[in-house]
């Protein structure tokens, strides 16, 4: 089964910038929709950032301008560009694809804004 690896999390202050990627193992065909999400303490997962299955983006109301998805160009790997991060970005973020009719998630990796 396909796994995806993100990484690129880290500690940033505010302000600042991270680049996330989700890298998929041995897909034999990429993964639609694609994108990212993300859990912050005591709330609901929420959408981030994704690719649609018609090659749409989709971006939430609290990072567009801010963040920005891309895929490399066999499309097994996807990023998150995260500029003038905020406090509020603070939480787990998550890659997820579906392959076929199987939805795969990432383990997460932390990104937290603090001074």
């Known amino acids: 089964q396909v796994q995806l690896v993100e990484s690129g999390g880290g500690l940033v202050q505010p302000g600042g910038s991270l680049r996330l990627s989700c890298a998929a193992s041995?897909?034999?065909?990429?993964?639609?929709?694609m994108g990212w999400y993300r859990q912050a303490p005591e709330k609901e997962r929420e959408l981030v950032a994704t690719?649609?299955?018609?090659?749409?983006?989709i971006y939430a109301d609290s990072v567009k301008g801010r963040f920005t998805i891309s895929r490399d160009k066999a499309m097994s790997t996807v990023f998150l560009q995260m500029n003038n991060l905020k406090p509020e970005d603070t939480a787990v973020y998550y890659c997820?694809?579906?392959?076929?009719?199987?939805?795969?998630w990432g383990q997460g990796t932390q990104v937290t804004v603090a001074s």
């Open positions: 690719f649609t299955r018609d090659r749409n983006i």
């Open positions: 041995s897909p034999r065909f990429p993964a639609s929709p």
């Open positions: 997820t694809g579906t392959y076929g009719s199987v939805v795969v």
